[in-house]
């Protein structure tokens, strides 16, 4: 096969309303995607004890859809409950109905999220770069980007925006109306922030621009389309807006800045020292999400702007629709929807949440179009000009040169996943402490555990039982769950640490404490001083330090020895009511 039949088979567009090659580049990026999928399954259920981070929060509370009698006036399962979006919520409640645990179900969806998202990716990028190898790689990028990213393995609401964010984008551009509307009410249900990007879009598609002037579009679709588009997002967008939770209300720029939970080494971490950094950087503040770059290829998206202007040297450019524009609006959306929320700061939640999804689509999808326009300009530089004319030997090293750079972006392009140490990112928590969840189930199903150690996180997962306070739960955007929350921990952490047995009796009354969970360290100042979510409760965990180092003995050491009902040589539990009654 020559060099001019392999550039009309991968890159030209010779062959673009060829039904079997569009499926078969289409066939190759899901068959990635299942790739990705398979390697985030082994790892999954390699063990039983193995939860996603993020799921132990926005999934523990779900098996109450198995068991209604867990969690029992459980303030954090309630809160966690009561923000879960309607859609996100649904999914699982049919899953659990059909017999599948939330915590198995959690793992099985990442991959069929991928794959719907690969579709949608693939499809949007025909729309906007219509040459088969270029959706390809772009679908492939995607595909890279989402998996070294724990969004999408979370299958927490944020892991649905990319599958419907791109099904709207895709709908919006070949002007399906039903089916986009469906794609915005579906964002309403999972993830609402996202509802007003695509409100945004549809507006957008209202004007064009003459010069640096907008012009009002006199297409009347275009203003049927924006009507029935922004009707869907108003009325799915209405119970959220009328909705008065019981965890009202939501925290304010003033408050936040009083708390050390929002500092630069917070458990919320949001106010940075840097002004650049806390604009610009990654996190939940900045502009351009953590990881934005990643893998390092999409770093060639920059280079569309650039490589429109030379068009000669990169003819494949030419191929770029109209569509492109669907991009340009996303950034203009995204970063007045970033620039807003910061202005009612935590009314909108976080500005991050409006420019790292979107932007993570753009610069994939921008990265696609320029690494296929490079790709054929180098095999076009492999050509050869004349085939009558004998071969110079002074232009072998050009076309060396183009060969080895393209062979040098297709391995790239493939194999980086490979050169990665942590790929799929999956941020999944293994359960090490297996006896202390064996213990705990053991319990009735009203208890309540009180610990300032690492372990009470993976409690309500692992062993299905209600923890009073852990800073995997300190979660403080609205003030009616995180204000008392945040006193349960000051009281835990004066309790534990006081000399006085009356303190430590009286908190155990105050918050029905059933077990008291501890460790080997727990009673060392360095740990208290270590933990920067202990840290954050001051004055409190500085008096703890102090009276620690001065040789104070807190009262619940005295009673360790006679109310201790496990231990493993690592954890302790104390049953309270061996305290209250001694």
Known sequence: MTIVRLQKLFISTSFSNNGRLWNFWLSLSLGFAVVCSWLALKEGFSGEWIVQDDARQHVFWMLRYLDPQLFPNDLIADYFQSVAPVGYTTLYKLAAAAGISPLIFNKLLPPIIGLIATWYGFLLCKQIFPVPLGCFITSLLLNQTLWMKDDMISGTPRAFVYPLLLAFLYYLAKRSLVPCAIAIALLGMFYPQCVFLASGMLILQLFTWQGMRPTPSRNRNDYYFAVIGLAVAFVVM?????????????????????????????????????????????????????????????????????IGNFKARFPLVKQITERIWLLLHLIVVSVGMFALAHAVLFQLHLPSRYTGYSFRIIIAVAAGIVLTSILDALWRQLQPRSPQKRLNIRKIGPKILAGCLGLAIAISLLFYPSWEDNFPSTEYRIGEATALYEFFRQQPKDIMIASLVLEADNLPTFAQRSVLVSREYAIPYHMGYYRPFRQRGIDLITAQYSDNIEVVKEFIRQYDITFWLLNEAIFLPDYVHDNNWIRQHQPFAQAAIASLRQGKIPALIAYKDRCTVFADGRYTVMAAKCILDN
Do not use: C, M
């Not at 008065?244 to 919320?268: C, H, M, W, Y």
């Not at 940075?272 to 610009?280: P, Q, T």
């Open 238 to 306: 209405l119970p959220y807006a009328l909705n008065v939770s019981e965890f009202a209300p939501t925290i304010t720029r003033a408050e936040a800045l009083q708390l050390p939970d929002f500092s630069n080494k917070g458990r919320a971490k949001f106010f940075k020292h840097n002004f650049w950094d806390y604009i610009f950087g990654g996190g939940r503040s900045g502009l351009f999400p953590d990881g934005l770059y990643s893998p390092e290829t999409l770093r060639f998206g920059l280079l569309l702007p650039i």
